[in-house]
């Protein structure tokens, strides 16, 4: 049994990165936390945090020096020289951090292409590689509705019948963090949902009773919702992710909630679940408007 003492962890400030340095620091071992602004990084105390960047390798070699594990943020333009990197310095394990679209058997678009890039090259890169594939974040909602809820009490959004299957990024973290720490998950692609397929109606009447609010939903047209989600999605990817949207009202999605509990040994957390765990995301902009 391999054993692991030191884990670095790209990516730490995104909202999958910041569950796996917790719950690596729970699990009791040294973590180092990679983030371009350790100034502003807010992680848990344990982590040693260092200033790096995936887009500037030459800044990830030092972190990477005495690391037993990797956990990678997919960077496709540098991913074959950090993998490079990581394997001088010895690293024993990556567990790299992908999307379900990179399983498609059909088809091509920017999203899989991205993240197959760079599972292509961890797997070609020599340490003991795991690709953890998740469906849609259900923080997404965060951004893409977050600010209208909280300042209007409404979500803005094309597609209003578009079915979702989200899942909870602490339950992606859970996943990472066995492979990172565990035997028998090398080679492995692990796909991950919630356990319901939601429509974005019935996922803002959810977030709705965890606020406690009464919300409404404005079906924005293609463009609108293009305006609205590009400063925040690259277009090359938003192309993909409207796509989606647009193909999958009525769509009969799977579910690979079963991954959570496979790997992790309890059940994957619901929407509500997450919902109840970020409420106050979704409270009046004005506390008078609490009252």
Do not use: C
Not at 168 to 184: N, P
Request: a negative charge; charged letters at 25%; zero cysteines.
């Amino acid at each position: 049994m391999a054993t692991i003492n030191t884990v670095l962890v790209t990516g730490a400030t995104g909202s999958v990165g910041r569950h796996v340095v917790g719950r690596l620091l729970a699990r009791g071992v040294t973590v180092r936390a990679l983030t371009r602004d350790p100034a502003s990084a807010g992680l848990p105390a344990g982590a040693e945090v260092l200033a790096g960047d995936l887009a500037r390798p030459q800044t990830v070699r030092p972190a990477l020096e005495g690391a037993d594990a990797l956990y990678l943020f997919p960077v496709p333009e540098t991913a074959e020289e950090v993998v490079r990197a990581a394997k001088e310095a010895g690293v024993r394990r990556i567990v790299l951090l992908s999307s379900l679209t990179a399983g498609d058997e059909v088809g091509a678009n920017a999203t899989k292409d991205h993240h197959r890039a760079v599972e292509r090259a961890v797997e070609a890169g020599g340490p003991d590689w795991t690709h953890v594939r998740p469906g849609e974040f259900a923080g997404n909602v965060l951004w893409r509705w977050g600010p209208a809820i909280r300042a209007e009490g409404v979500a803005k959004a094309p597609y209003a019948r578009s079915r979702r299957v989200p899942v909870h990024e602490d339950d992606i973290a859970a996943v990472a963090v066995a492979a990172l720490l565990e035997d028998g998950h090398a080679g492995r692609a692990y796909e991950i949902t919630g356990p319901q397929v939601l429509t974005q109606l019935e996922q803002l009447e959810i977030i709705g009773r965890a606020a406690g609010r009464e919300l409404g939903f404005v079906e924005l047209t293609h463009e609108q919702a293009w305006e609205l989600m590009s400063p925040h999605v690259p277009a090359d990817l938003l192309v993909g992710v409207l796509g989606y949207m647009r193909d999958s009202v009525d769509a009969d999605l799977a579910v690979h909630a079963d991954t959570v509990r496979r790997v992790t040994g309890r059940a994957a957390r619901t929407f509500a679940e997450w919902a109840a765990d970020n409420a106050a995301a979704f409270y009046p902009a004005s506390p008078s408007a609490r009252s």
